[in-house]
RNA sequence: UGGGGUAUCGCCAAGCGGUAAGGCACGGGACUUUGACUCCCGCAUUCGUAGGUUCAAAUCCUGCUACCCCAG
């Protein structure tokens, strides 16, 4: 059974499994029902292109709704953080809660012997283990996001284009009269889509306005509403002319006090920091790679895309403490950060905070 | 009320008689299955206002208006 978005890759997922001789099931999920900021309702569209594409490649195709289980699983989840100040990344639960929980579950119950997405990573099975590795395109590996998976996960999912580039994906869709071939890469939350974030947000969280202000205290302009602002971010802020002329980027929120405190240049040595504490610690394999209080030396990403980064992790009970080679910038409490051996997805967590000296636990080891 | 100063894009700011730099903000696009970052493009026929001098003024002169500073 393979989930099909509408889009290119989980459409040849679908060719390349059935021209491999898979008896495979196409199953539209729809967990959102919300037009989007141009009155469009996107998910139509997309159903009408899964049916197209299965009508092509000859399989039958079918329709889930989860949106109950989207909300209460990943979308409270995503406004409480959002409540908290924080910064959620409401994709990584999705591929946990939903695509191979919820969707798992629903093609297992239907009899299917595996399940299919489009994501652009790899699996394979070491010693009786399932790992998940990047995928071959190492601009299109969606890994970061599948980081909260776990064996037994993993080892009822095929990803048939983690082997390929996007370019190849494209091509297969061309050649095989696909109509979707050309149809541009979704971004976005899963299942939203591409939104005016701030207009969005504020269907579902309260404006609380406060002030900006300089780390000396030095009050520069007002905010809506922290929720609405992120670390090192620039857009936005409506800040100009003030000071030397740089651009000013948020470097903290002050919760207690609901104070924005932005930065003037991109180089704040605010943002910049070599510690971390996370929490809610995932490996993908059962038996964890080293065992609790044992520094590893890996890398990491802070976020999707970033290049590695060398890092010595130490893992302790389900928290995760980092200590970066480098300078990290805008790591951000709610995100997540994701941890490889070589081309190996370890697992991963939710940052919690960070620190420009080691946290207790780190010292020493 | 005297004396002095300043008025150029939402903000900061070049310009000094030859036909409006730049930065920030903002808007659009690229990138992107989170949020961000980044990159590219756009952004004053007009220089507080009314006249005058000049072939030609934001740039010189005069009146008016506003704000600032000093004196009261």
Known sequence: MVGMSGGVDSSVAALLLKQQGYDVVGVFMKNWDEKDDNGVCTATQDWQDVQDVCAIIDIPCYAVNFEKEYQDRVFADFLAEYRRGRTPNPDVLCN???????????????????????????????????????????????????????EAQLEKALFPVGAMTKAQVRAIAEENGLPVSTKKDSTGVCFIGERNFRAFLQNYLPAKPGDMRTEDGRKVGEHIGLAYYTLGQRKGLGIGGCGDGRSWFVVAKDVAHNVLVVSQGEDSPRLFTRYARASQLTWIADAPPVPDGTPLRCTVKYRYRQPDQSATVLAWKDELYLAADEQQRAVTPGQSVVLYAGEVCLGGAIVEETANEPFAQQKNR
């Open 96 to 150: 946990r809660e939903i695509k191979f929980k919820a969707f798992l579950h629903f093609a297992m119950q239907l009899g299917a012997s595996k399940m299919a997405t489009g994501h652009f990573v790899q699996s394979e099975t070491r010693n009786g283990h399932t790992l998940l590795l990047r995928g071959a395109d190492g601009r299109k590996d969606q890994s970061y996001f599948l980081y909260m998976l776990k």
